[in-house]
């Protein structure tokens, strides 16, 4: 059966205020926001995020994903998941929170709608003020050029 691209058709969709998440990756989130991952240089960002998803990685019990960084000022729609026998997030493009948080719910097993959800809905309840300063193009969350 060929993989189901079922992704809904806006952000608004997916929002879910009341949304439950795993403690400890809530909290896990929550200090990675805390650590200003915008502000930092793109080692620190890979060091970040690589610490976030050892912590995912054990909040939800799976293995730790291989990531690999392909930082460029394009956007970051071409970043993915690649399942068995990879197990590999590749982060392509600018820099993006939701877009981690993305392909590691693949990682988890998540189709593109229950990707989707989560991610979005994680990164509005430990982002709030840089969802708020996101544009709604679709499914996705496009942030402006500073």
């Known amino acids: 059966m060929p993989f189901e691209r079922n992704?809904?058709?806006t952000v608004a969709e997916v929002l879910d205020s009341e949304m439950k998440f795993n403690?400890?990756?809530l909290a896990a989130v929550r200090a990675f926001a805390a650590s200003?991952?915008?502000?930092?240089s793109a080692a620190r960002r890979e060091q970040l995020i690589r610490e976030l998803c050892q912590v995912l990685s054990a909040a939800y019990g799976i293995a730790v994903p291989r990531?690999?960084?392909l930082w460029s000022r394009g956007h970051s729609g071409s970043s993915c998941y690649r399942p068995h026998p990879f197990h590999q997030i590749e982060l392509r493009?600018?820099?993006?929170?939701v877009t981690f948080l993305h392909e590691f719910?693949?990682?988890?097993?998540?189709?593109?709608?229950?990707a989707c959800r989560w991610s979005i809905n994680l990164f509005a309840k430990c982002f709030p003020?840089?969802?708020a300063r996101c544009h709604q193009v679709g499914h996705t969350l496009v942030r402006e050029e500073n």
């Open 129 to 131: 003020r840089s969802f």
């Open 36 to 40: 200003r991952p915008y502000r930092q």
């Open 67 to 69: 990531l690999v960084f």
């Open 23 to 25: 403690r400890s990756a």
């Open 7 to 9: 992704y809904p058709a």
């Open 93 to 97: 493009g600018r820099f993006s929170v």
């Open 105 to 114: 719910a693949h990682a988890r097993g998540a189709d593109e709608r229950g």
